[in-house]
């Protein structure tokens, strides 16, 4: 495929995009150069990550040089090699042969290592990891154009050009239906920061993207159905101790009742008029995407009634299938079962996580309580119920996590007045107004400051470690409590463009070790699935990788991008904040020795990060599999 041709995906995502808005196909051609440069980048980091089927480094280039199993060189510039570099529209890798090829496409340069791998007997995989990377760059280059439109409105609606961080908050202080938030987690649209198919929507249309993701829709309709007490499951957070103000309100159909009185009375209404008795049923929200595709494909024999007048007006957020409520930013979130797969997974609510949420939410709420004052400024935000269409014994059982959904306390009930609430993602992420980053916004409100700094990008990050790292650390060494703190799991609150706190959302991937707890004088909680380990190097990797490389990975990026600071002074400020930490940690005898052997591994020469290629490759998506890289707490 040569730098100018199209792939179908490509093809059909302009054909989208001219059918719903003509007008902005016009952009399509620059956003695609962008988005394949992008991938591009992403593909080559994990290719001369990870290595696969005999790829080596070329001598003499480090990472910016590879050379494949057949003897093929390919070469590319230097930046290639940065994780989080960001790349212009025409990076190309030359292929080296005897006329030199210039590959601008990563697919392209996917093809080239699928022909000379040893082999070949799984050659079926990597033409289908061919595709999803496809559909990735067109999907990608459709967000981009949805992002400049967005731009373009906000700017038509009078929102003024030059600070988007302060002019939130000014919003927001008379808007309570107005969220800072869901414009910043809108604003992420490159996805994630490594994965080379970072913009994958698979089962969702080129259409249905342009109706519902965050980047294009301004808000959609969350579904209400019934389904029948005798089919539903659920968990909340009153069955796990906790029982003050609304989390008392116990179970699924009553905290939308409280949340949502409208769309509540109006499904309860809908039950009566069809002669229901409301004691049979209870209530579940439903992406809109997804009650189509389960009323397409599965046949409830009566155990699930939509309701067709109960809606609840929502913005999407980041991760596509959590949403946000349109009335006011501070009611309850909604986390809803998708069929779509992102990056590696279908992105379902099995029934583990649909039982674990309460059940932690309870936990660190507890553990909370008794480190007050010592673990530093991290939020745990609750899961207040769960719940999820319950199969019969004669029924699949991926039929439960096709219908379940999670209420969870939103972000912005922990922002007050001059606050702003973003994920961490979106530091990097380009302005919604102007289109410089977020993080440069940040550091202007922070530089304005009467306390300011004359190193503000190292007081940033100073001020960020010290929300972070003393709560996590101890949650890992105290409790054996690993989050997954990556920039979409964890938000960041900003005071005058400073951190003030950091809230954390999604138990799905955490690990918890019993024997941990259990010296901490906590019973076994009764969590399922894979969450519950003893195996020290899977709760280390855990919380190290997302923590490290992709949370602090990409702050550093971007405060190098920001603000000129050499990015070995920014790893050093972490190390000497994560050493005072540990610190603090191994003089308590009661957990020193814990304490030690996770700091031992935090600055071990080499880090455990997730694989990008070897698990979209594997059979079992949902399997971490994982690759050593320098560590840059160490690697200085």
């Known amino acids: 495929m040569g730098l100018g041709e199209q792939t179908a995906a490509e093809g059909t995502a302009l054909a989208a995009l001219r059918g719903a808005h003509p007008r902005l196909a016009g952009g399509f051609g620059a956003a695609l150069r962008q988005a394949r440069a992008v991938a591009l980048g992403k593909l080559w980091v994990a290719l001369s990550r990870e290595r696969i089927d005999g790829l080596v480094p070329l001598p003499g280039h480090g990472r910016a040089g ?10 590319a510039p230097p930046a290639i090699a940065d994780a989080f570099a960001e790349h212009a529209a025409g990076l190309v890798v030359t292929q080296h042969s005897a006329i030199p090829r210039r590959i601008g496409d990563p697919v392209a340069l996917l093809g080239v290592v699928l022909g000379a791998r040893p082999g070949r007997a799984d050659d079926d995989r990597w033409r289908q990891f061919s595709g999803e990377l496809a559909d990735s760059v067109a999907n990608h280059a459709l967000a981009l154009v949805g992002e400049s439109w967005r731009r373009e409105r906000l700017t038509s609606e009078g929102a003024p050009g030059r600070h988007a961080l302060r002019w939130a908050a000014q919003r927001a202080a008379t808007d309570q239906a107005f969220s800072p938030l869901a414009l910043f987690e809108r604003a992420v649209v490159d996805g994630h920061p490594l994965h080379p198919c970072a913009r994958i929507r698979g089962g969702m249309s080129a ?6 993701a965050p980047e294009w829709a301004d808000e959609i309709t969350i579904r209400v159905v019934a389904i029948a007490r005798c089919s539903f499951t659920q968990a909340s957070l009153t069955q796990a101790s906790l029982t003050q103000s609304h989390r008392a309100r116990r179970g699924m159909t009553a905290q939308l009742r409280y949340w949502y009185p409208e769309a509540a009375g109006e499904a309860e209404a809908c039950l009566r008029r069809a002669g229901r008795d409301l004691a049979d049923y209870e209530l579940l929200p439903v992406h809109p995407w997804q009650l189509r595709r389960v009323s397409r494909d599965w046949d409830s024999g009566g155990k699930v009634i939509a309701m067709t007048r109960a809606r609840i007006p929502a913005r999407p957020l980041l991760s596509l299938r959590t949403l946000a409520p349109a009335a006011d930013r501070r009611a309850a979130h909604i986390k809803t079962s998708l069929s779509v797969r992102l990056t590696t997974a279908t992105r379902l609510i099995s029934p583990a996580t649909v039982h674990n949420g309460p059940v932690m939410s309870a936990l660190l709420a507890g553990i909370s309580e008794r480190e007050r ?3 530093g400024r991290l939020i745990s935000l609750p899961e207040l119920a769960a719940a999820s269409y319950r199969p019969a014994p ?3 059982d991926g039929v439960a996590a096709s219908l379940a959904a999670i209420i969870r306390e939103s972000p912005e009930c922990h922002a007050g007045d001059g606050e702003v609430v973003l994920p961490v993602a979106a530091l990097a992420a380009r302005s919604p107004l102007t289109g410089r980053p977020v993080l440069a916004e940040a550091l202007e409100d922070a530089a304005a400051s009467p306390r300011c700094h004359s ?3 190292a007081h940033f990050l100073a001020r960020y470690c010290d929300c972070v790292l003393p ?6 060494s105290r409790w054996g409590i690993a989050l997954e703190p990556h920039g979409q799991n964890a938000l960041v609150v900003l005071r005058e463009g400073l951190p003030v706190r950091l809230l954390y959302r999604d138990f799905g991937s955490i690990r918890v070790s019993p024997a941990r707890l259990a010296r901490a004088g906590v019973p076994r909680p009764a969590l399922m699935g894979v969450v519950p380990t003893d195996d020290e190097d899977e709760l280390r990797a855990a919380l190290f990788f997302p923590l490290i490389e992709t949370n602090l990975g990409q702050l550093v990026a971007a405060l190098v991008r920001v603000s000129g600071t050499e990015p070995a002074r920014l790893w050093e ?4 904040r994560c050493r005072s930490v540990y610190a603090t940690l191994t003089a308590d005898p009661a957990i020193a020795a814990q304490a030690d052997g996770d700091e031992a591994v935090l600055f071990g020469a080499t880090l455990a990060v997730k694989s990008m290629l070897r698990v979209q490759l594997s059979a079992d998506p949902h399997v971490p599999r994982w690759v050593m890289v320098p560590n840059p707490l160490v690697a200085l």
Not at 66 to 75: K, N, Q, S
Not at 207 to 212: A, P, T, V
């Open 471 to 476: 709560a996590l650390f101890s949650l890992l």
């Open 207 to 212: 259409e249905e993207l342009l109706r519902y």
């Open 373 to 375: 004052g010592r673990s």
């Open 455 to 457: 190193d503000i990008a």
């Open 573 to 576: 400020l972490v190390a000497r």
């Open 394 to 396: 004669d029924e699949p």
């Open 66 to 75: 590879i050379v494949l199993a057949d003897g093929t060189r390919l070469t």
